[in-house]
Every structure is written in structure tokens, then in C-alpha cells.
């Protein structure tokens, strides 16, 4: 694999590969894991910072392992974009469609979390730093980051149901 | 680094809140655990996803504050007032109930437990009016009569009503002591319905033989019961 990005995409490879595993793709996790690199090579060839090609590679290999699980229930659920089909936006269509999956299953999950979640994702919507929020729940930061990556985890797991 | 520390920093970098080199010690971090490097991975889907103006919008409406209903809506110590307020309320209710109550017991103690009724003796065939008793609220009723004075040893009393009702009293003795004249029969006032009773007294002589002494007529009376 050529471009500046080369050794950063080594680098991160064996946790794309964990990351998969973590999403369910079991024995898979391997060639999605394959599958998100190629994509983030041929798609982001210019990408060089670190933080930004870990960010892509997470998005990359959620799309791709959410496509995974559904082909993988139902054949007639996976996403098949023809490769000709423009995208106006200039994203990707089969990540623009997978997408809009994803927010449909998170906005399902959210609405049947608690409201200890519910309220976290409130303020950290309405960009209200942990700090800040922690003041005005009385509780410490490490608690609110905590119950903050409980709820995220419940959101996840929730998906995992409702797919 | 501590899962506390990793976090914190995992929340800053999404805050956008990282020093140059926090921002590169995190990204370290995340390739050295997996753990992180999911929990980043979450967390930088979600951000994405929220890009979406429309997205954000409907997540919005889904995390708003539910509408506080109004009973809800009260600080704690309006509603521990409240509930004091119906402690007190049922508090009061009782204290009335029994202080009624009380007053009802204390009429009703006032009532003499032993109804006494003297009874007149009626001549045969007489048509005076019967001495009409209403016996409710006592235990019992003390019948009183008349009778000849010194002419018979003992007297034997029969009591007898409506249907098959009789009831038998023997070797009464007249009270008050000496040339004391009248008879004292005792009931349970619950064993007189409402109708006619007679009393027959008979006489022991000194020879042992019985004989009619007197006779009385009397009626019971009962509160109506209402339906």
C-alpha cells in the first residue's frame, strides 16, 4: 500500500481488526478490517494526521461491519449501491445509505434509553463540556465520562437488538 | 494510563479541549489498547452521524426533557407538606370518629341495663288496654307483680307469647321482705319479640297442691328497622 499515510494504516490495522471483532463480524473481522484499509487508502489518499485516519478507519469499518451483519441475516437487507450511481454530495452513496441506517437504529436506541442517557446526550449535544456538566449534576467528571460511555455502550448494544 | 485518564481525554478530544501533546499522548493511547480505540471509534461514528443537521434535529426531539407532569413538578418539600397536611387531615377525621363514638358509648351507658316493668293483674275478660313495654336498648327486663300477700308458700310463673314462645319459673318467692307482695321475674330483653305475652302465676298452698294466683298481660314493642 503506497501513499503518506502508508505507516499510519499499519499501525492501526490490528485495532480496526479488534474494532470488528468488537462490532460482531467474528471470523470476518479480519477481511473487513482488509476491506475498511483499502477504502481509506483509495477514497482518502490525501489524509496524513493520525486522529483523522483513526476517525475514518472507525466510520469505514462501522458502515462496513453494519453491511456485514446484514447481509450476513438477510441477503435482501445489504446495501448494493452500483458503482455508477453519482453522489450529488461528492460522499460515498453506499456510506450516505448506510448512514441514514445507522441514524434510523440510533435514534431508536436513544429513544428507548433511560433517562440518565437521554440527559448526557442532551448536554453533550448542546455542547456542554464535562466538566460543565458534571458541575451541574454534582457529580465528578470521571463519573459523568463514565456513565457517558455506559450509555454509549447500552446505545450499541441497543442497535445490536433492534437490527 | 487509567481508563478514568484515557476517557477524559477520549471526551477532550472530541471537546475539541486537548493540548498539542495530550491530543498526541490520547492518540498513542488509542492504538495501544483496544478498548479505547473502541470506545474512540463510537464515539467519532456518533459525532459524525450528528453532522447531519436532520440527524441532530430528530436526536434532539428524542432526548428532550419529558414534560413534568404537574403533581411531579413540586419541589420535595411541597409534597412532604402535602403529605403532612392529609396525615393530619386523617388524623382529625379519626380523633372526631372516636370522640362521637365515645359520646354515643356514653348515652348508651346511661340507659339502665334492667328495664323493670310493674305489672298490673288483669281480671278475666277485662278489656283494659295492655301495659305496652319497649324493651330495645336494655339487657334485660325485670317484670314486677303483684301478688296476694301470705297465702301461698312458693309460686310458679309461666311466661308465654307469640307462637310456640313459654317460658317457666319456679319457687319464686315475693321480695322486699317481710309482707313484701310482688314477684320479680328476670329476662334476657333479646328473648321478647314484639307481640303479646300473659304471665300465669300459680300459688303453692301449704298442702302442696298449685292454684291460680294471678294473671298479667303485657305487649312488646320494637323499634321499626329501617330497610
Given at each position: 500500500m503506497d501513499g503518506p499515510n502508508t505507516g499510519a494504516l499499519d499501525a492501526v490495522r490490528v485495532r480496526i481488526v479488534g474494532f470488528a471483532t468488537y462490532l460482531?463480524?467474528?471470523?470476518?473481522a479480519e477481511d473487513i478490517a482488509q476491506e475498511t484499509l483499502l477504502v481509506l487508502h483509495n477514497r482518502y489518499p490525501e489524509v496524513a494526521d493520525s486522529g483523522e485516519i483513526l476517525k475514518l478507519s472507525a466510520r469505514i469499518c462501522a458502515n462496513l461491519a453494519m453491511n456485514w451483519r446484514r447481509r450476513k441475516s438477510n441477503a435482501s437487507r445489504a446495501v448494493e449501491i452500483p458503482e455508477a450511481t453519482p453522489d450529488p454530495a461528492g460522499r460515498d452513496p453506499e456510506a450516505t445509505l448506510i448512514d441514514k441506517q445507522l441514524q434510523q437504529l440510533l435514534l431508536q436506541a436513544i429513544r428507548q434509553s433511560g433517562e440518565r442517557c437521554k440527559e448526557l446526550l442532551r448536554l453533550r449535544l448542546s455542547g456542554v463540556k464535562t466538566k460543565d456538566i458534571a458541575a451541574r449534576l454534582k457529580a465528578k467528571p470521571s463519573a459523568v465520562d463514565t456513565a457517558y460511555f455506559r450509555c454509549l455502550q447500552r446505545l450499541r448494544n441497543a442497535m445490536g437488538e433492534v437490527r | 494510563m487509567s481508563r478514568d485518564g484515557a476517557r477524559q481525554l477520549l471526551t477532550g478530544y472530541f471537546d475539541g479541549g486537548l493540548s498539542a501533546g495530550q491530543r498526541q499522548q490520547f492518540l498513542d493511547a488509542i492504538l495501544a489498547g483496544q478498548d479505547l480505540y473502541n470506545a474512540f471509534a463510537e464515539e467519532a461514528v456518533l459525532a459524525e452521524l450528528l453532522q447531519d443537521a436532520d440527524f441532530r434535529a430528530d436526536v434532539r426531539v428524542a432526548v428532550a426533557a419529558p414534560r413534568v407532569p404537574f403533581f411531579e413538578g413540586w419541589r420535595h418539600g411541597w409534597r412532604w407538606a402535602l403529605a403532612v397536611a392529609m396525615a393530619a387531615l386523617v388524623l382529625i377525621l379519626a380523633i372526631g370518629v372516636y370522640r362521637g363514638r365515645s359520646q354515643r358509648e356514653t348515652v348508651g351507658d346511661a340507659i339502665p341495663a334492667v328495664l323493670t316493668i310493674p305489672l298490673t293483674s288483669t281480671e278475666r275478660g277485662s278489656n283494659a288496654p295492655k301495659h305496652a313495654i319497649m324493651v330495645d336498648g336494655y339487657r334485660t327486663v325485670r317484670l314486677l307483680m303483684n301478688v296476694p300477700e301470705g297465702l301461698y308458700r312458693s309460686y310458679r310463673a309461666t311466661l308465654r307469647g307469640a307462637g310456640s314462645f313459654e317460658r317457666k319459673f319456679h319457687d319464686l318467692q315475693p321480695r322486699g321482705g317481710p309482707g313484701a307482695r310482688h314477684l320479680e321475674l328476670d329476662l334476657?330483653?333479646?328473648?321478647?319479640?314484639a307481640g303479646d305475652y300473659t304471665v300465669e302465676v300459680l300459688g303453692a298452698t301449704a298442702s302442696g297442691g298449685l292454684e291460680p294466683a294471678a294473671g298479667y298481660d303485657f305487649a312488646v314493642m320494637r323499634k321499626k328497622r329501617l330497610k
Amino acid at each position: 500500500m503506497d501513499g503518506p499515510n502508508t505507516g499510519a494504516l499499519d499501525a492501526v490495522r490490528v485495532r480496526i481488526v479488534g474494532f470488528a471483532t468488537y462490532l460482531g463480524c467474528g471470523d470476518d473481522a479480519e477481511d473487513i478490517a482488509q476491506e475498511t484499509l483499502l477504502v481509506l487508502h483509495n477514497r482518502y489518499p490525501e489524509v496524513a494526521d493520525s486522529g483523522e485516519i483513526l476517525k475514518l478507519s472507525a466510520r469505514i469499518c462501522a458502515n462496513l461491519a453494519m453491511n456485514w451483519r446484514r447481509r450476513k441475516s438477510n441477503a435482501s437487507r445489504a446495501v448494493e449501491i452500483p458503482e455508477a450511481t453519482p453522489d450529488p454530495a461528492g460522499r460515498d452513496p453506499e456510506a450516505t445509505l448506510i448512514d441514514k441506517q445507522l441514524q434510523q437504529l440510533l435514534l431508536q436506541a436513544i429513544r428507548q434509553s433511560g433517562e440518565r442517557c437521554k440527559e448526557l446526550l442532551r448536554l453533550r449535544l448542546s455542547g456542554v463540556k464535562t466538566k460543565d456538566i458534571a458541575a451541574r449534576l454534582k457529580a465528578k467528571p470521571s463519573a459523568v465520562d463514565t456513565a457517558y460511555f455506559r450509555c454509549l455502550q447500552r446505545l450499541r448494544n441497543a442497535m445490536g437488538e433492534v437490527r | 494510563m487509567s481508563r478514568d485518564g484515557a476517557r477524559q481525554l477520549l471526551t477532550g478530544y472530541f471537546d475539541g479541549g486537548l493540548s498539542a501533546g495530550q491530543r498526541q499522548q490520547f492518540l498513542d493511547a488509542i492504538l495501544a489498547g483496544q478498548d479505547l480505540y473502541n470506545a474512540f471509534a463510537e464515539e467519532a461514528v456518533l459525532a459524525e452521524l450528528l453532522q447531519d443537521a436532520d440527524f441532530r434535529a430528530d436526536v434532539r426531539v428524542a432526548v428532550a426533557a419529558p414534560r413534568v407532569p404537574f403533581f411531579e413538578g413540586w419541589r420535595h418539600g411541597w409534597r412532604w407538606a402535602l403529605a403532612v397536611a392529609m396525615a393530619a387531615l386523617v388524623l382529625i377525621l379519626a380523633i372526631g370518629v372516636y370522640r362521637g363514638r365515645s359520646q354515643r358509648e356514653t348515652v348508651g351507658d346511661a340507659i339502665p341495663a334492667v328495664l323493670t316493668i310493674p305489672l298490673t293483674s288483669t281480671e278475666r275478660g277485662s278489656n283494659a288496654p295492655k301495659h305496652a313495654i319497649m324493651v330495645d336498648g336494655y339487657r334485660t327486663v325485670r317484670l314486677l307483680m303483684n301478688v296476694p300477700e301470705g297465702l301461698y308458700r312458693s309460686y310458679r310463673a309461666t311466661l308465654r307469647g307469640a307462637g310456640s314462645f313459654e317460658r317457666k319459673f319456679h319457687d319464686l318467692q315475693p321480695r322486699g321482705g317481710p309482707g313484701a307482695r310482688h314477684l320479680e321475674l328476670d329476662l334476657p330483653a333479646n328473648l321478647l319479640q314484639a307481640g303479646d305475652y300473659t304471665v300465669e302465676v300459680l300459688g303453692a298452698t301449704a298442702s302442696g297442691g298449685l292454684e291460680p294466683a294471678a294473671g298479667y298481660d303485657f305487649a312488646v314493642m320494637r323499634k321499626k328497622r329501617l330497610k
